[in-house]
């Protein structure tokens, strides 16, 4: 007990992170204490010897107990030297693992605090992006274009859902909108940065053999108009327009690979924005082979 206080002494938990592992730790051993009343005090991001000694005084000064979760090689040494100095008990919850995989796997740590942390993020970063995707496909809930940070907009079959969703595996949020003749698109779609919308333009060639495909897998050789060459000239013709009026990026997907296409769609993205230090999510590298397109 402290003998400050009839409270019990507090247990700092010391991190170069946000101090969640640790904290975990200690909330997991003190649970199997009911009514302990402990306190738990986190220490987070400390990252040189000054706030090292800062916190040792302040377990010293408390009567407290210090554990900790340092990555950092010589910043744990430091810690455990001045506990030592000081007369702080410490409890280090990394530095035994660390030293075992260092000798074991013979690999360089990077002693970077948060790192799982960060990947976790990063997986769930993706699932909202797929699942704001798939949410957002075909045009659905036009009012939320400008939640999305990458807008897609060209005619059917022109590879609008496998190039969105394709976006969406490396966390980008996108929605995309079709473009018919006849049919206004959005307002939304003129409302929101331009510089975040992109057409999709495909040859007319392409887009026919993409549709009669179409057409065959669903068995409906009906739908003649489809198909028509004069009437797709003529939407092609459209969706220019429209690329022209919302002042699009048009990006040319005729016998391109999906994996091209949001190479060059990220690439426009991360020259344009400033991501307040987001990682840019871009695929690792280019297909050599053709996508089929289509959506």
């Known amino acids: ?39 738990v005090i986190l220490l987070t991001h400390i990252i040189d010897e000054s706030q090292v000694l800062d916190a040792v005084l302040k377990a010293k000064n ?53 790192l799982f942390r960060e990947l976790k ?43 969105s969703v394709y976006l969406a595996l490396y966390g980008w949020k996108v929605a995309n909108v079709p473009l018919v003749p006849g049919i206004d698109p959005p307002e939304e779609l003129f409302k929101i940065d331009p510089g975040r919308v992109f057409g999709l333009q495909i040859g007319r060639s392409q887009l026919l053999s993409h549709r009669v495909k179409r057409l065959r897998n669903f068995k409906n050789t009906d739908n003649t108009s489809y198909i028509d060459e004069q ?23 005729t016998n391109k690979p999906v994996e091209s296409s949001a190479n060059e769609i990220i690439g426009y993205m991360s020259s344009r924005y400033d991501f307040g230090g987001r990682k840019v999510h871009s695929p690792f590298h280019e297909s050599d082979t053709d996508s089929e397109s289509g959506d």
């Open 1 to 39: 007990m402290n003998d400050k206080t009839d409270r019990p002494a507090p247990i700092y938990v010391v991190s170069g992170g946000k101090g969640l592992a640790g904290n975990n730790m200690v909330q997991s051993m003190l649970i199997q204490y009911p009514n302990n009343n402990v306190p």
């Open 62 to 114: 408390d009567g407290g107990l210090i554990t900790h979760t340092m990555v950092q090689h010589s910043l744990r040494r430091k810690l455990i030297e001045m506990c030592a100095e000081h007369g702080v008990p410490q409890i280090d919850f990394m530095g035994p693992l660390a030293e075992y995989l260092d000798e074991k796997l013979e690999i360089p740590s990077l002693q970077s605090p948060g």
């Open 121 to 163: 993020q990063q997986y769930f970063d993706r699932i909202d992006a797929i699942e704001f995707t798939l949410d957002h496909d075909d045009g659905v809930s036009p009012q939320r274009l400008s939640e999305a940070e990458i807008v897609l907009c060209g005619l059917s079959r022109s590879g609008k859902t496998p190039l």
């Open 231 to 253: 009437g797709i000239n003529e939407e092609i013709r459209f969706a220019n327009l429209i690329f022209l009026k919302g002042r699009f990026t048009v990006i040319p997907v």
